[in-house]
């Protein structure tokens, strides 16, 4: 917007008051913006790989389902499972040395690799992750927890 000078005039001593228009700078500063912008990005980029993933929990849509099409693959972990290292693949017992192995077969064809991991409750955080790795290295992508109702329902 231009100024408007409204003093007196040394050149035009006798008129009075005159009025002289002069126009300002109207330009805008980008170096400020773009400076800042660019510690955003560095700053986003040096963020960006050190925010991990959580857990994906798909909650259901209504209180009814239908049944889950295709065969599940159960692995339960029984009480007794620190001292004999076995494990029920379905219900057949396996060691946890061969669990490996047997899950990779049969998810192989499974267009979803997805195994149902059962575990007793008096067994241990690093007990059903030494599960949990061997279900992994087996090339298993989600590991579902199954667990039971509250008995009030």
């Known amino acids: 917007m231009p100024k408007v000078s409204t003093g007196h005039d040394a050149a035009a001593p006798g008129r009075g008051r005159s009025r002289r228009v ?54 339960t972990v029984p009480a007794t499972f620190r001292q004999s290292r076995m494990v029920f693949l379905g219900d057949r017992p396996v060691r946890l040395d061969q669990l490996q192995e047997l899950v990779r077969q049969k998810v192989e064809n499974l267009p979803d690799k997805q195994v149902y991991l059962r575990g007793d409750s008096t067994i241990t955080y690093q007990e059903l992750m030494d599960v949990f790795d061997r279900l992994k290295g087996a090339g298993v992508q989600n590991i579902g927890l199954v667990n039971r109702p509250p008995e009030g329902r």
């Open 22 to 75: 002069t126009t300002s700078l109207a330009e805008i500063n980008v170096v400020p913006l773009v400076d800042v912008m660019l510690v955003l990005l560095i700053i986003f980029m040096v963020a960006a790989p050190m925010i991990q993933r959580g857990v994906d929990v798909k909650l259901p849509a209504a209180s009814r389902t239908q049944q889950m099409q295709g065969e599940r693959v159960y692995v």
